[in-house]
Nanobody, 124 residues
Framework: QVQLVESGGGLVQAGGPLRLSCAAS????????MGWFRQAPGKEREFVAT????????SYADSVKGRFTISRDNAKNTVYLQMNNLKPEDTAVYYC?????????????????WGQGTQVTVSS
């Protein structure tokens, strides 16, 4: 199975940018839909963004549309989440995952492999 490792999290002030990376090892995920999810303390994991293998199609949660951009570099086996204009409510552990199928799934149950997460904290 592919192993996913998220990085790039940290502490940022509201309004600032942050870029998360998800690097794959074990095998390439170039042929798979990838997604980003997040989970805040005491809350359920929620969908953030997803992208097709080619990067030609993406989907975003309403709460992050216009602020976040998901992208991927298949040659580097890496998927990214560029987060701009961060808000305190964006504070969460962010996870990347590989989907079972080929659609832009928003349900976490449709994703097969998960990273360990990276903490994003947005201060006011």
């Amino acid at each position: 199975q592919v192993q996913l490792v998220e990085s790039g999290g940290g502490l940022v002030q509201a309004g600032g940018p942050l870029r998360l990376s998800c690097a794959a090892s074990g095998r390439t995920f170039s042929g798979y839909v990838m997604g980003w999810f997040r989970q805040a303390p005491g809350k359920e994991r929620e969908f953030v963004a997803t992208i097709t293998w080619s990067g030609s199609s993406t989907s975003y949660a309403d709460s992050v549309k216009g602020r976040f951009t998901i992208s991927r570099d298949n040659a580097k086996n890496t998927v990214y989440l560029q987060m701009n204009n961060l808000k305190p409510e964006d504070t969460a552990v962010y996870y990347c995952a590989r989907a079972y199928g080929s659609s832009l799934y928003r349900d976490s149950g449709m994703y097969r492999d998960w990273g360990q997460g990276t903490q994003v904290t947005v201060s006011s």
